[in-house]
T-cell receptor, first 106, second 114 residues
Framework: GQNIDQPTEMTATEGAIVQINCTYQ??????LFWYQQHAGEAPTFLSY????GLEEKGRFSSFLSRSKGYSYLLLKELQMKDSASYLC???????FGTGTRLQVFP | NAGVTQTPKFRILKIGQSMTLQCAQD?????MYWYRQDPGMGLKLIYY???????DKGEVPNGYNVSRSTTEDFPLRLELAAPSQTSVYFC?????????????FGPGTRLLVL
C-alpha cells in the first residue's frame, strides 16, 4: 500500500531550528517533494530530492534516505512568516502526506 | 505570465447539480493535475494529463471527469454533486517527465455541496 507519515503539528520559537520528518512506504519511488502551504493559499515548491543526502537552499535544507524511506525538512533561523503547513509528497504516484502545521512564536 | 488560473474561486452547489471547474496555464506545460484537499488533510490526486488528448486517473477519480483538448486548459467536471465532494480543489501544472518536475499550483476553488 501507499503510506506517508508526518507529524500533525509542531511549534517553535523565532530564530530557532526545526526539523520536520516524513516517512513513507510506497510501491514506486522516483523522488520526494517538499511544499509549503500558508493557510488558505496554494502549495508552493520548496525542494525535490532524488538521491540520498542533504540538499541546502538558504535557510531550508532537505534530507533523503531512500533505504530507510525517510526524509526531513530542516528550517533554520525561523521567522514568523514560516508559520505554515509543510507537505511531503512522493513520486511516481504523486502521494501527498497530510502535512505538518508549524507555528512559530515570537 | 499569469501562471495557473482557476475559476470560480468559490461555489455552492446543491446535491445532484453539476458544474465544471476551469483551469488554465500559460507556461506551455505538458503535465496538468487536479487535486482535492479536505480540511486539515493533504492533497489527493483526482486526475492528471500528460498532454493534450491524454488523461489518466489518480488516487480518487470517482465522481469526476476531465478532458484535455488543448495544452492550456484542463477542466474538471462534477456530474452529480455530493456532500462528500465539498473540498478545496487545486489545479497544477509542470513540465518534464514522470512528475519529477516542480508543480505550480493555481489559487484553488472552494466548493461547498449542500
Amino acid at each position: 500500500g501507499q503510506n506517508i507519515d508526518q507529524p500533525t503539528e509542531m511549534t517553535a520559537t523565532e530564530g530557532a531550528i526545526v526539523q520536520i520528518n516524513c516517512t513513507y512506504q510506497t510501491s514506486g519511488f522516483n523522488g520526494l517533494f517538499w511544499y509549503q502551504q500558508h493557510a488558505g493559499e496554494a502549495p508552493t515548491f520548496l525542494s525535490y530530492n532524488v538521491l540520498d543526502g542533504l540538499e541546502e537552499k538558504g535557510r531550508f535544507s532537505s534530507f533523503l534516505s531512500r533505504s530507510k524511506g525517510y526524509s526531513y525538512l530542516l528550517l533554520k533561523e525561523l521567522q514568523m512568516k514560516d508559520s505554515a503547513s509543510y507537505l511531503c509528497a512522493v513520486t511516481d504516484k504523486l502521494i501527498f502526506g497530510t502535512g505538518t502545521r508549524l507555528q512559530v512564536f515570537p | 505570465n499569469a501562471g495557473v488560473t482557476q475559476t470560480p474561486k468559490f461555489r455552492i452547489l446543491k446535491i445532484g447539480q453539476s458544474m465544471t471547474l476551469q483551469c488554465a496555464q500559460d507556461m506551455n506545460h505538458n503535465y496538468m493535475y487536479w487535486y482535492r484537499q479536505d480540511p486539515g488533510m493533504g492533497l489527493k490526486l483526482i486526475y492528471y494529463s500528460v498532454g493534450a488528448g491524454i488523461t489518466d486517473k489518480g488516487e480518487v477519480p470517482n465522481g469526476y471527469n476531465v478532458s484535455r483538448s488543448t495544452t492550456e486548459d484542463f477542466p474538471l467536471r462534477l456530474e452529480l454533486a455530493a456532500p462528500s465532494q465539498t473540498s478545496v480543489y487545486f489545479c497544477a501544472s509542470s513540465s518534464g517527465l514522470a512528475h519529477q518536475e516542480t508543480q505550480y499550483f493555481g489559487p484553488g476553488t472552494r466548493l461547498l455541496v449542500l
